[in-house]
T-cell receptor, first 115, second 115 residues
Framework: EAGVAQSPRYKIIEKRQSVAFWCNPISGHATLYWYQQILGQGPKLLIQ????????DSQLPKDRFSAERLKGVDSTLKIQPAKLEDSAVYLC?????????????FGQGTRLTVV | AQSVTQLGSHVSVSEGALVLLRCNYS??????LFWYVQYPNQGLQLLLK??????LVKGINGFEAEFKKSETSFHLTKPSAHMSDAAEYFC?????????????FGTGTLLAVQP
């Protein structure tokens, strides 16, 4: 079974530039998550999709971050404009239908460096 | 609100020694608890999960964890450390009963294994 695919693996941009990340979840997984992992911290949920609808985006900085999941499959996360504090690893995860006892399967992440 | 606390951001053990990584949770409802491992430049991989069945949970790579309600703990153990166990370990609680099923992570424990 193919895992969660993310691209690019690494990205370096200057502050105030824009950047986009792509995620393709495991086939059949209705739920897709974007997590932000700042160095030395645990992952923090940015946004959760159930199919193509947003379930939770309470921690997404909506003035600069946006995400979409058209057709309920792959997803993109965009940052515009980027700030230095956005430097982090952005992890995409997906999970099959479940009610809390279902684990999330993670991609390898995109490491963003904002200079 | 649910949360997890990992005691000790860095743990160092000798090869062959017992590994003990501590996790305490806070939850107003019976929790679902998870341990994930993250190797350098990789995503998170599930080690094991507690979903209200057996309190002693066995995972991959010889790891296990015991759910202790009286102590609100879910510590991760392995009888004999191997060099390949060097990684960062995250404890997480699921937003059980909520609409999102999101994972709430601790800050992580970096495990070093000395030869």
């Amino acid at each position: 079974e193919a895992g969660v695919a993310q691209s690019p693996r690494y990205k370096i941009i200057e502050k105030r530039q824009s950047v986009a990340f792509w995620c393709n979840p495991i086939s059949g997984h209705a739920t897709l998550y974007w997590y932000q992992q700042i160095l030395g911290q645990g992952p923090k949920l940015l946004i959760q999709f159930q199919n193509n609808g947003v379930v939770d985006d309470s921690q997404l900085p909506k003035d600069r971050f946006s995400a979409e999941r058209l057709k309920g499959v792959d997803s993109t996360l965009k940052i515009q404009p980027a700030k230095l504090e956005d430097s982090a690893v952005y992890l995409c995860a997906s999970s099959p239908p479940g009610t809390g006892n279902t684990e999330a399967f993670f991609g390898q992440g995109t490491r963003l460096t904002v200079v | 609100a649910q949360s997890v606390t990992q005691l000790g951001s860095h743990v160092s053990v000798s090869e062959g020694a017992l590994v003990l990584l501590r996790c305490n949770y806070s939850s107003s409802v019976p929790p679902y608890l998870f341990w994930y491992v993250q190797y350098p430049n990789q995503g998170l991989q599930l080690l094991l999960k507690y979903t209200s069945a057996a309190t002693l949970v066995k995972g991959i790579n010889g790891f296990e964890a015991e759910f202790k309600k009286s102590e609100t703990s879910f510590h991760l153990t392995k009888p004999s450390a191997h060099m390949s166990d060097a990684a960062e370990y995250f404890c997480a609680v699921s937003d059980y009963g909520g609409a999102t099923n999101k994972l709430i992570f601790g800050t992580g424990t970096l495990l070093a294994v000395q030869p």
